[in-house]
């Protein structure tokens, strides 16, 4: 999974010998496939996703230093800080 050898961080160092020997496969992907993030949205618009442990506060534009110091205090998981651009 993505993450290894990031930012300058140790890479992920394999054994060549221990590889060919054991006839051992190695397959990597980075986070998710392409097709999951829109499968995901079209579960929630079909409403098939329980998202109600969200909390989502919601700022104008306007208000944006706002919703930067809400974002900073309110800082866990699955507290959101939203900016929505005036309609």
Known sequence: MGGVGMLDG???ALPYRWLMRGNVTVRGQWMYPREAPPRLIALARA???DLTH???TEFTLDDARD???HAAEKSAPFHL???RPDQ
Do not use: D, N, P, S
Request: charged content about 15%; cysteine-free; aromatic content about 6%.
């Open 10 to 12: 140790a890479e992920l």
């Open 47 to 49: 409403g098939l996703l």
């Open 54 to 56: 969200f909390e989502v």
């Open 67 to 69: 919703a930067v110091a």
């Open 81 to 83: 800080t939203v900016i």
